[in-house]
């Protein structure tokens, strides 16, 4: 792969950067990343920035298992890797933790007191609140912690199921409080667009609610709806004659369990306030059809068409 200076990828596409020369010209070249987590969300971030031609970027890959090393080695997705999580981070400028969510916190408090000053953390899991407020009280002075999350992914995980594109065209949320230093998120911000994500900054309370609207929440509907195919005498043939309508709807419902475990455990407010507004919806239709009343049902699938076809245009 050609290797092309941060001048030069500056110059070429300019817009895929934010207009802060000085961070991107000074610190995104040369600098030490660390994964820490090298399952989907991990794996699929070594590929992009591997491919991302910046020079100088050098890739510390921090996995459970030993084989994994060799294996996101080969993959191109690190250049070296250790399964220490202390060793693999104590000279990074910034650490991804890309581990399942119940991991985070912990792998924070372990790395934090031995990272160098300046450094900054990331993660990547699916619910902010708790990490960020948690996060942010563990970290040390003079480290900076900023709760990511990037809105792509799929129902394969692990490292297998790694893409250099995985974050191509995608969201990457960024969350800010008071406590947030700008020089971290707008470095974070400029690595993120190298992926070819685009940086979305909130609170994390406002990115709670709303992926518990269009993550979390579709997760526990998906499921439910599989489920209560899974409970009727007549499942079996459901099952045979079941086609693209069904399985688009509940296509979600073959992610990982744990990781939906973790997100209804660490998203539990938000994702019960979602159930709730949708039990209403599901209710309002429900009498809509036992009262047969064509015109109000019309009006019903019409708004749902209308809001569904706006998002995904
Ligand atoms: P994944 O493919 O299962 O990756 C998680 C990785 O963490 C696995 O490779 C696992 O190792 C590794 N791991 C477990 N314990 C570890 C430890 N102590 N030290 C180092 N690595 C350890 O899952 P994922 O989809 O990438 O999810 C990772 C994070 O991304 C989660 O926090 C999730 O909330 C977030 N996320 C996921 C998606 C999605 O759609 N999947 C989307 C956005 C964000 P093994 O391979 O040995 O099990």
Known sequence: MERISPCRLFEQNPGRFQLNRRVILGKIADMRITIIGLGLIGG????ALKRSGITDLKIIGVPRREETIQQAINIGAIDEGTTDHIKGSADADI???????????????????????????????????????????????????????????????KL?????????????ILTKTSKTSIRAIEQLENLVRTTGATPQIMDPKTHDLAVAAI?????????A?????????????????ASSGFRDTTRIASGDPILGVDMFKTNQKAVLKMIKAFKQSLSRLEGLIKNGDGEAMNEELEKAKNFRDAIFR
């Open 44 to 47: 699929s971030l070594g590929l």
């Open 95 to 157: 650490v991804f933790i890309c581990t399942p969510i119940n991991l985070i916190l912990p792998v924070i408090s372990e790395i934090g007191p031995t990272l160098k000053k300046g450094a900054i953390v990331t993660d990547v899991g699916s619910s902010k609140y708790e990490i960020v407020s948690q996060a942010e009280k563990a970290t040390p002075k003079g480290i900076y912690f900023v709760g990511g999350h990037p809105m792509a992914g799929k129902e394969t995980v």
């Open 160 to 172: 297998e199921a790694a893409e250099a594109d995985l974050f191509k065209d995608k969201k990457w």
């Open 215 to 223: 993550s979390h929440m579709p997760l526990a509907v998906a499921a």
């Open 225 to 241: 709806l599989v489920n209560t195919i899974a409970d009727e005498p007549e499942k079996e043939l459901m099952g045979r004659i």
